[in-house]
């Protein structure tokens, strides 16, 4: 689960690019983080944030499952509310912990950009200087085959390619 992913993190780093990785299916992000040495990581809906605020100490992005926009307003609201709270005090990159579901409607979208923004106006007077012009690297895993037989890797692809949030078809 860590290879090849460590040694690609280890060479752009080489370069002096910073690298954000989101290890899909993770359960132990702070070993991922100790071993794979990211900038920082982006966590999937199924962990808890109040687990990855106490062990994970570089800066974290993305965490809220994506069919809270498919409820209402006050839902979302709850929802990015209690992971903004969350990490009010810790680096953080607000964002969905997977992509924007195909049936999502473009209101509630609008509304949570706006109600992000809103609350960090109102709560982040302090919020640190951003340095611009710098290149990052988005590293994605999407999981491996279970074995390096043909039926794992036709199990894996088929899983990859049927997976609407990866490939829109």
């Not at 965490?63 to 979302?76: E, S, V």
Request: one cysteine or more.
């Amino acid at each position: 689960i860590y290879d090849p992913t460590s040694s690609i993190v280890e060479y752009v780093k080489s370069l002096n690019v910073p690298v954000i990785c989101f290890p899909r299916n993770i359960k132990d992000y702070k070993k991922y983080c100790e071993i794979v040495k990211p900038d920082a990581v982006c966590i999937d809906y199924e962990i808890s944030p109040m687990k990855i605020v106490k062990e994970i100490k570089i800066p974290v992005q993305g965490g809220m499952d994506p069919r809270i926009l498919l409820t209402d307003t006050q839902t979302l609201k709850k929802e990015v509310k209690k992971y903004l709270d969350i990490f009010k005090d810790h680096p953080y990159i607000f964002n969905l912990g997977h992509g924007v579901l195909p049936e999502t409607d473009p209101k509630m979208m609008d509304y949570l950009v706006k109600m992000v923004k809103d609350y960090w106006m109102e709560n982040n007077k302090k919020h640190p200087q951003v340095n611009f012009g710098k290149t990052g690297v988005l590293i994605i895993n999407l999981g491996t085959p279970d074995s390096t037989s043909w039926l794992d890797i036709r199990k894996y692809l088929k899983e990859f390619l049927s997976d609407k949030r990866v490939i829109e078809v």
